[in-house]
């Protein structure tokens, strides 16, 4: 029976949220058996990566949940014999998302059979840190006993506003007693690191994929190495 449930939801979009859900889900695997769920409507980038064997629903339509495919989700997570589940949410079901977990009460029934429930949200920097906020302060007050997990993710520039980090403004300190973990992007070269990354997502690769590939020079390999190190790093360190 899944133990653990980790739901990446992020209202806006663009900000790395697949990418965020394909390196825990990466990381799961590595000792686990893992579920995994795409639930982005919009685009499925998710369901794309071979390795995770993603299923793929039709969360929402527009602005309103599909209750079928989501009733359908849950006895999914509920009849699975893997140890975790990883669904990736779409930007635009965000909201309609959260408005149904509330009114059915679905973490509360979760936690009943077993589940431990935890939202991931990203915070991203540059132009998107004040939407990416907006929603982890929308999670905090749908959901004020549930597990957050927080990335801050540096690849669209650090998350600041004024020479603050997010993990130091009022919104995070209010409510750093249920963050789980913070998992921290850093920022990278765009020419180097940046182009090695995109092309693995593009690609919908693994970074063990990825690095297997004989295509693949070798300091572009040293380069994803250095990465997933320190991503896996920050995960175990964080009981992720």
Known sequence: MIMRLDIIAQGKGGVGKTAC???????????????????DSNNPSFSAFKAFDA????????????????????????????????????????????????????????????????????????????????????LCKFFPDAELVVWLNGYFGEPTRNGKRF??????????????????IPPVKKDTFGHDLEAMMGARQTFDERIALDSVPIMTKQRLKMVWRDLQGQMARGNL
């Open 21 to 39: 859900a394909a390196y825990l889900t990466q990381h799961l695997m590595r000792s686990q058996q893992v579920l995994c769920i795409d639930a």
């Open 55 to 138: 299923r793929k629903i039709f969360l929402a339509y527009g602005d309103e949940i599909n209750p079928r495919e989501f009733d359908a989700m849950i006895e999914a997570v509920a009849e699975s014999d893997a140890d975790a589940a990883v669904i990736d949410v779409g930007s635009s079901s965000f909201g309609p998302m959260l408005s149904y977990i509330r009114q059915n009460d679905v973490i509360p029934m979760l936690e009943e059979m077993g589940h431990t429930v935890r939202f991931h949200v990203i915070i991203a920097g540059g132009a998107s840190l004040d939407d990416t906020v907006a929603s982890f302060a929308g």
């Open 167 to 184: 993990d130091k403004t009022p919104i995070y300190e209010a409510n750093v007693h249920r963050i789980f973990g913070v998992v921290e």
